[in-house]
């Protein structure tokens, strides 16, 4: 790829940091709007983490994805029906860079290079320092890095012996190598589970420390992918409460308190479940032995924790391997920290997820946990981002409906997130319409994903509940599209 020799100047353009899910699709946005921008990635080829080429990604090849079919291609774009419902990790690599050809966004692509710095000067002024020594100037930035360049590590871990090999999630590659060994997972998340299920196929014991619980949801409900059957957007699953969901659940797969696990914290439809067909059979044959959260490291190097859920005590484990599957901190490397503001829980305080109060030269997308798929929320935050900036880069030259519109997304940024209406979604039915009319019809309330107090002061990445999310984008991007229609 020749370097950045688009005739027009980089001062009239937007730079969109990070190839991957979301970073395609903000550029196939700007592009179809006819903004102006270029796309850098560290990496070789596009597909962010989905590239299995690349030495920092969090994913590995026998992993199992949790994404159905239809909450992981964008809709002008189908998949391959040769594709399985659930793909493997080669497969959406491979899908993402056929959809980066489509849309001709490798014309746009620089490959291998980072983004060392990149400060504001003033509105629409950007400095960027790039790996290849380049200085830029750039009217706008899209920060599409994702939420894993700062894994977050326990303060016990620094204690480990040499005897102990330690290592965060992100490097897992696979259980190959692991027989004979002792395994200790850490992590109450999907990336725990997933590595514990993996971990267990050849690893003399495994056990797994777990400090808040979760449900447990099959990949299918009622035959259909369990991420679709779950979704509760307004029009789907109006008639379906938490407790007839937990019901459903419970049935086919069980409780997760029932095995020894943690009873989760949160009802089912606003809780980060965990997605497996696996871990909760595991469990129950002993494969993995579920403990309660680490103490630390005693003298001679044994690790010691909190006793199963309901025993009390400490308990001693010879491990020879810990895996921390312990999330990760907000933040990104190349932006300074003043440059995105708090709220007073020090979350990053972004508008929708993506938005930072009083900027519209800056997106930041993929920057929360959210319960549900993630790729439709991206879409929506990357389709936005897009109308704002055209907007923005317009100024007077816009038409006046697309100025009313950015006025008024200006206004509800200002204001409180929760007065932004959840806009309704039209698409084929959820769990409800398999199970039949259980309750009387009615609209889902919006839901604010709860902070566990046992991660307060870890920085870590913020949870928001996915459907709420969704439904809050569709109203806002609502405002730009009436505008291109006029």
Not at 56 to 61: A, E, H, I, S
């Amino acid at each position: 790829m020749p370097e950045l020799s688009h005739p027009i100047p980089t001062r009239e353009k937007v730079l969109v940091i990070g190839a991957g899910p979301a970073g395609l699709a903000v550029s196939a946005a700007l592009q179809a709007l006819e903004v102006p921008f270029d796309l850098v990635d560290r990496a070789k080829h596009v597909g962010g983490i989905w590239d299995l080429d690349r030495k920092d990604t969090p994913v590995w090849p026998a992993m199992e994805m949790i994404s159905s079919r239809r909450t992981t291609q964008y809709e002008d774009l189908l998949r391959p029906v040769s594709y399985p419902e659930f793909l493997r990790p080669e497969q959406m690599g491979k899908y993402l860079r056929a959809y980066a050809a489509r849309h001709d966004l490798t014309e746009h692509f620089r490959p291998g290079v980072a983004v060392r710095r990149a400060r504001p000067f003033e509105d629409g002024v950007w400095e960027v320092e790039l790996s290849t020594g380049e200085i830029m100037i750039y009217r706008a930035v899209v920060s599409a890095h994702g939420i894993s360049e700062r894994p977050h590590l326990p303060e016990w871990a620094a204690d480990a012996p040499r005897s102990v090999q330690v290592m965060h999630a992100k490097d897992w590659t696979g259980a190959d190598g692991l027989e004979g060994r002792r395994v200790l997972v850490v992590g109450s998340g999907q990336s725990a589970a997933d590595i514990a299920v993996d971990a267990a196929r050849r690893a003399l014991e495994v056990r797994w420390s777990m400090r808040t619980g979760h449900w447990v949801v099959p990949r299918r409900i009622a035959g259909r992918p369990g991420d679709v059957a779950l979704t509760r957007e307004p029009s789907r699953l109006r008639g379906l409460n938490d407790r007839i969901a937990e019901t459903v659940i419970a049935r086919t797969v069980g409780r997760p308190q029932d095995v020894g696990m943690p009873a989760p914290e949160a009802p089912l439809l606003e809780d980060q479940v965990i997605v497996s067909d696996d871990v909760l059979d595991r469990v129950r044959e002993g494969r993995i032995t579920v403990v309660g959260e680490v103490t630390g490291f005693l003298e001679d190097g044994t690790l010691t924790h909190d006793a199963p859920r309901g025993k009390a005590g400490h308990r001693s484990f010879a491990a020879d391997l810990v895996v921390l599957a312990t999330g990760y901190e907000t933040g990104a490397d190349h932006l300074p920290a003043e440059v995105v503001p708090r709220t007073g829980q020090g979350d990053p305080d972004l508008f929708l997820g993506a938005f930072p109060r009083g900027r519209d030269d800056l997106v930041l997308l993929g920057q929360q946990r959210v319960s549900g798929p993630a790729l439709p929320i991206l879409v929506q935050q990357a389709d936005l981002a897009a109308y704002l900036l055209k907007a923005t880069l317009d100024g007077d030259a816009a038409p006046s409906s697309a100025r009313t519109a950015l006025a008024e997304f200006r206004r509800l940024r200002a204001g409180s997130e929760s007065a932004v209406p959840t806009a309704p979604a039209e698409g084929e039915g959820g769990l409800r319409e398999r199970l039949g009319d259980l309750v009387g019809a009615r609209s889902v309330r919006p839901r604010q994903a709860a902070r566990s107090a046992r991660d307060a002061g870890d920085d870590l990445v913020p949870a928001a509940d996915g459907a709420t999310l969704l439904a809050r984008l569709r109203t806002v991007r609502a405002l730009f599209e009436a505008d291109a229609r006029a």
